[in-house]
């Protein structure tokens, strides 16, 4: 552990989010600094559960060079307008990082281009979810001090871990945290200094194997103490299926699928998946959003299958 590094709070004080501030969104940034864990598509099936449940979404893709988002959200609305489908929209903004030569000055109009953003959407909306880049960035930095719920989508993997904390191959315990942890340690001090609400951090672990594997149960063992020691809660996020990365063309999420009408149909396969999405939205413990509801069991007639099996 670093020498300024300390502790956060024990995370069963954040298991209940603070009553959201009237005529204020709750701010929820899905974070980490490595690429390729998922942050688009978790913010996207975010997005659309919540506003199912009727609620006023906003998303930010501070990744606009890549802007895997946006494309997701722009693929959404032409797919829709292709189809003639009525498929609830978030208010969407890009983010360009600046183009200024000089540091300051260069982080300055980061400042004020996130905040031409953030302020009118937490005016606007129930929640504003704000995807960042796989990588440090200053705009990434400045958005984790605006998180009422931070979420860190990590794949089930040692490499992943390895942003989190060193840990010792033989013993498997906890060296000390690493980049990202302590990152997020400096970004709840800022908030913290500026008055702002206690961040609920969530480590969501992603793209879980169904096998009882060995790595399984080790990443869950090294995580959960973890979480004891700097503060931060775990979820289950996203299994690893091929029905993501199909979806993502049409802009569509599993949440979109529907037994008959118009677009894909809902299959048995994706049931299960289905449920995973609406488990994640109800451990996140978002202000005023209602526990999960399972899906009603699918039957072999009631789902034609229109795209390829997994």
Do not use: C
């Amino acid at each position: 552990m670093s020498e300024g590094f300390q502790p956060a709070p024990n995370p069963s004080i954040a298991q209940t989010q603070a009553p959201r501030v009237e005529g204020r969104g709750h701010v929820l940034v899905i974070g980490n600094e490595k690429g390729g864990s998922g942050k688009s598509t978790t913010a996207l099936h975010i997005a659309v559960s919540l506003m199912n449940d009727g609620a006023r979404v906003a998303t930010l893709d501070l990744d606009a060079r890549q802007g895997t988002l946006s494309r997701y959200v722009e693929n959404r609305a032409a797919y829709a307008a292709k189809k003639g489908m009525d498929l609830p929209m978030p208010l969407h903004t890009p983010v360009m990082i600046s183009t200024l030569n000089d540091r300051r000055e260069a982080e300055a109009d980061e400042r004020e281009r996130l905040a031409a953003a953030l302020e009118p959407a937490v005016g606007a909306a129930d929640f504003v979810i704000v995807d960042t880049p796989g990588s440090d960035t200053h705009l990434s930095r400045l958005a984790h001090t605006w998180a009422d719920t931070l979420l860190t989508p990590l794949n089930d993997s040692f490499i992943d871990l390895d942003l989190l904390a060193r840990v010792d191959p033989d013993t498997l315990k906890i060296v000390r945290p690493s980049i990202y942890a302590e990152a997020v340690w400096k970004q709840r001090q800022i908030r913290a200094v500026q008055g702002g609400r206690p961040v609920d951090w969530i480590v969501m672990r992603n793209r879980l194997s169904s096998l009882a594997a060995r790595n399984k149960r080790d990443m869950g063992t090294v995580i959960e103490a973890l979480a004891r020691r700097i503060g931060f809660r775990v979820a289950a996020g996203l299994s690893e299926r091929v029905i993501y990365k199909e979806l993502f063309l049409t802009g569509l999420t599993l949440l979109d699928l529907k037994r008959g009408g118009k677009g894909p149909s809902l299959t048995l396969s994706h049931v299960a998946a289905r449920q995973e999405v609406r488990d994640l939205v109800a451990s996140l413990n978002l202000p005023g959003v209602a526990p999960a509801e399972a899906d009603a069991p699918a039957t072999e007639e009631a789902t034609p299958d229109p795209l390829p099996a997994e």
